[in-house]
């Protein structure tokens, strides 16, 4: 059908802006971004985490999701930090289910990956060696279907915030280790600590501006991806969570202007995703055409 390859075909993408934690809490916006550029039609990429970055290039993991496959699997991208032009892409970790969110810690000397793997029924560490590109299996982190689980470590303690199958979108559980590897416990008795579409489930790192804590959630309400809201952390202790909204940050460009779902700061600024129409122009048109055409039929009921 014409549509759906011009109107309902998945198109996401990443974008770099040089915002600050503490300007985007200041202002209130993202600031303008630069889309990377490449010449691929049959994937997208998104879920960025930047791994290491200097003058001349930026090595960002990513979800790479080509078309003919139907599920994701987590690649290294390499950037030219200028242009912010694709000069390089590898596979990092293939499965033969659906991988996104490739999340990390590092510990010394060494890079620990977690990306989400809901499907295998568990979250798992893999030890990545970024020299080669490659990762070794070390363990289950938590032997729960996890989605888009993200870290936080404050005063000798592992904080893990996740939603999970089989309601990923509405539903936030926060759990705590003493050891990175494992031992997780989820906090308030097993029971979600956030609910609903609109500051659920995770949308990057938790990050810090002015001495406060901030966690990007996504707002799911219109769609999925459709935005993210800015939540600071008010109370976080094994007894007690709370947060409040800050700000929405909303799609503002002319060809991702249908959602956004990622934000991860590095030093220099912060890596977006944006989700679009596959072709902008035709797609803006072809939409206009098909609502103007829904309001007629209504009409004549």
């Known amino acids: 059908?014409?549509?759906?390859?011009?109107?309902?075909?998945?198109?996401?993408?990443?974008?770099?802006?040089?915002?600050?934690?503490?300007?985007?809490?200041?202002?209130?916006?993202?600031?303008?971004?630069?889309?990377?550029?490449h010449r691929y039609k049959d994937r997208f990429f998104a879920d960025p985490f930047v791994i290491s970055s200097d003058s001349s290039i930026i090595n960002v993991l990513v979800e790479e999701l080509p078309f003919s496959m139907k599920k994701g699997r987590i690649t290294r991208l390499v950037v030219d930090s200028k242009s912010k032009r694709l000069i390089e892409r590898e596979t990092v970790l293939e499965l033969e289910s659906h991988l996104s969110y490739p999340a990390f810690h590092r510990i010394n000397d060494k890079i620990y990956?977690?990306?989400?793997?809901?499907?295998?029924?568990?979250?798992t560490i893999y030890e990545y060696n970024e020299t080669l590109?490659?990762?070794?299996?070390?363990?289950?982190?938590?032997?729960?279907?996890?989605?888009?689980a993200t870290l936080f470590h404050s005063e000798g303690r592992y904080w893990l915030f996740a939603t999970?199958?089989?309601?990923?979108?509405?539903?936030?559980?926060?759990?705590?280790?003493?050891?990175?590897?494992?031992?997780?416990?989820?906090?308030?008795?097993?029971?979600?600590i956030i609910t609903g579409l609109s500051s659920s489930r995770p949308a990057g790192n938790i990050f810090t501006a002015d001495g406060n804590l901030y966690r990007p959630a996504q707002n799911s309400i219109m769609h999925y991806g459709g935005r993210m809201m800015i939540q600071q952390i008010v109370k976080l202790s094994k007894e007690e969570y709370a947060e409040k909204n800050i700000l929405t940050i909303n799609p503002h460009s002319?060809?991702?202007?249908?959602?956004?779902h990622t934000v991860n700061f590095y030093e220099g600024g912060c890596v977006v995703d944006g989700y679009g129409y596959l072709y902008p122009l035709i797609g803006h048109m072809a939409n206009f055409l098909i609502k103007k055409r829904d309001i007629i039929f209504r009409s004549k009921r």
Do not use: Q
Request: glycine share 8%.
């Open 164 to 192: 999970k199958l089989p309601e990923s979108n509405e539903k936030l559980f926060l759990y705590h280790s003493l050891d990175f590897a494992g031992n997780f416990i989820c906090v308030n008795n097993g029971d979600p």
């Open 254 to 260: 002319f060809k991702y202007n249908l959602g956004t």
């Open 133 to 148: 590109n490659s990762v070794n299996k070390v363990d289950t982190m938590v032997p729960e279907p996890l989605t888009d």
């Open 1 to 37: 059908m014409f549509y759906s390859k011009y109107i309902y075909g998945h198109n996401w993408n990443i974008g770099f802006s040089e915002t600050s934690p503490e300007s985007l809490i200041k202002s209130g916006k993202l600031g303008k971004i630069k889309w990377l550029s």
């Open 113 to 123: 990956l977690f990306p989400e793997n809901s499907a295998s029924g568990r979250l």
